[in-house]
Each structure stands twice: as structure tokens, then as C-alpha cells.
């Protein structure tokens, strides 16, 4: 088993950064590789980024650029930086992590991911 807790989302003015944090429990084999996806109210769920436990990452074209995440394996927690928000990246974010190492064009596959947290809010006004 694995449990995800997310924490450090908020409401932040465009043009605004934030930091977002996922702190992991739990079989550490059930969780090679981890990402972040996000999900706007009417909209499906899509990967934001992701990274593997060799910190191969791969994101997507929207956090090009503005997005960077990261892990730090002695404190289970996986990070994403957000800099240069927009208004719509306003979204749920969930954080989600799977076993052994994913190829890299897999990693913003939601249906590769088994394991997910319950979301942080992060809210950008413009």
C-alpha cells in the first residue's frame, strides 16, 4: 500500500508562483516513479509532469518551461514548482505514483498510475 498526502496549494494572483508538495507512506517498490496530474472542474484529468527515481522527467506542454517538479527520496516527498501561473491552470492537484520505472513518454499516462492522493486546490486569478 501506498498513501499520498498533498499539501502547499492556494489561491495565487497570475503571474504568481507556487509550490506544491506530496508527502509518501507506505511500500516504497509501489512508488518508482511519480507525477502530478490536475483536473479543472468539466475537464478530464491530465498529467502535468512526471519523474522516475532516477529523476528522469517528462512534462507536458502546458508547464513547459514554468513547471519543474522534483523528488527528495530521503523525505518520501515529490515537489512541483509552479512559476508564471495563469488563470487556467486553476485545478485540483493530484499527486500519483506507480512501481519500478515507467519509459518516459508513459509518465503523464493517468491509467499507468495505481496509486493517488486527494488533491490540493490551487486557484489563479487574474
Known amino acids: 500500500q501506498v498513501q499520498l498526502v498533498e499539501s502547499g496549494g492556494g489561491s495565487v494572483q497570475s503571474g504568481g508562483s507556487l509550490r506544491v508538495s506530496c508527502v509518501a507512506s507506505?511500500?516504497?517498490?509501489?512508488?518508482?516513479?511519480m507525477g502530478w496530474f490536475r483536473q479543472a472542474p468539466g475537464k478530464e484529468r491530465e498529467g502535468v509532469a512526471g519523474?522516475?527515481?532516477?529523476?528522469?522527467?517528462r512534462y507536458a506542454d502546458s508547464g513547459q518551461g514554468r513547471f519543474t517538479i522534483s523528488r527528495d527520496n530521503a523525505k518520501n516527498t515529490l515537489y512541483l514548482q509552479m512559476n508564471s501561473l495563469k488563470p487556467e491552470d486553476t485545478a485540483m492537484y493530484y499527486c500519483?505514483?506507480?512501481?519500478?520505472?515507467?519509459?518516459?513518454?508513459?509518465?503523464?499516462?493517468?491509467?499507468?498510475?495505481?496509486?493517488w492522493g486527494q488533491g490540493t486546490q490551487v486557484t489563479v486569478s487574474s
Open positions: 519523474i522516475n527515481s532516477d529523476g528522469n522527467t
Open positions: 507506505g511500500d516504497t517498490n509501489r512508488r518508482g516513479y
Open positions: 500519483a505514483a506507480g512501481p519500478g520505472a515507467l519509459a518516459p513518454w508513459l509518465l503523464l499516462t493517468r491509467n499507468r498510475y495505481f496509486n
